[in-house]
């Protein structure tokens, strides 16, 4: 499969959702990436339901939210309506897991699970072929901007390992500091979905530069 590329707006300009929208749907970019914060789970705040509602009426590809957010369960129903594809909730966040994953695909989205860092892979052991996508922190959430921690190249194919003996068709997606440096060897590793902000939004031509991280 080839990689999908998932531009996270966190990066894009606040007050011009719709042109930098378009341009995403022009672009090879495969998701939009939403990240969705409360101050709580992660010390900041993004934006939140408003926000998404009017990303989701210019986009014309699939929705990737990833819920920065503590009690995640309260609001599922609430991110379907908005239009999202994948629904991704914290490992860190979810005291029954394997309940909010049911929840998220009895409401029609994709489960995600992100890991923190310092999250073990092993915790997925038990619920691996549940997971739609797994989402590995290569920063720790928050912010955008932040260099990449290199550690997450072992914790891909350690988790390429599980995923491929439970024979699970999970994908790997990589959150946080990714650029043309890095994305090779995360590819090499097992990543299957490439997030990337400030990469994206800070180029001279975010168009070409997604078109060169879908060229890898
Ligand atoms: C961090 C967010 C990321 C962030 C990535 O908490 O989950 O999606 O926007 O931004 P960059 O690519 O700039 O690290
Ligand atoms: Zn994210």
Redesign the pocket.
């Given at each position: 499969m080839p990689t999908l590329i998932a531009p996270?707006l966190?990066?894009a300009d606040f007050a011009n959702l719709q042109r930098d929208s378009e341009m995403l749907n022009k672009s090879e970019a495969d998701w939009f990436?939403i990240?969705i914060m409360d101050g709580v789970f992660?010390p900041n705040i993004s934006f939140g339901m408003p926000a998404l509602k009017a990303i989701a009426k210019h986009a014309t590809k699939p929705l990737d939210v990833?819920l920065?957010i503590v009690n995640p369960d309260q609001y599922i129903e609430t991110f379907a309506e908005l239009g999202s594809a994948v629904l991704t909730v914290h490992y860190e966040a979810c005291d029954h897991l394997h309940r909010t994953l049911q929840k998220i695909k009895s409401c029609g989205m994709k489960a995600g699970v992100a890991l923190n860092p310092h999250t073990p892979i092993t915790v997925l052991e038990s619920i691996i072929k549940d997971v739609d996508v797994v989402c590995l922190?290569s920063?720790n959430?928050?912010?955008?901007?932040?260099s990449f921690i290199e550690e997450t190249y072992t914790k891909v194919r350690t988790l390429k390992t599980l995923i491929r003996e439970k024979e699970s068709a999970t994908l790997i997606e990589i959150?946080?500091?990714?650029t043309n440096k890095n994305a090779k060897q995360l590819i090499n590793a097992g990543a299957d979905v490439l997030?990337?902000?400030?990469?994206v939004f800070g180029a001279e031509d975010p168009i070409q530069t997604i078109a060169g991280l879908k060229e890898i």
């Open positions: 996270s966190l990066a990436h990240d992660v990833h920065m922190m920063v959430p928050g912010f955008g901007g932040q959150d946080g500091g990714v997030v990337a902000g400030s990469y």
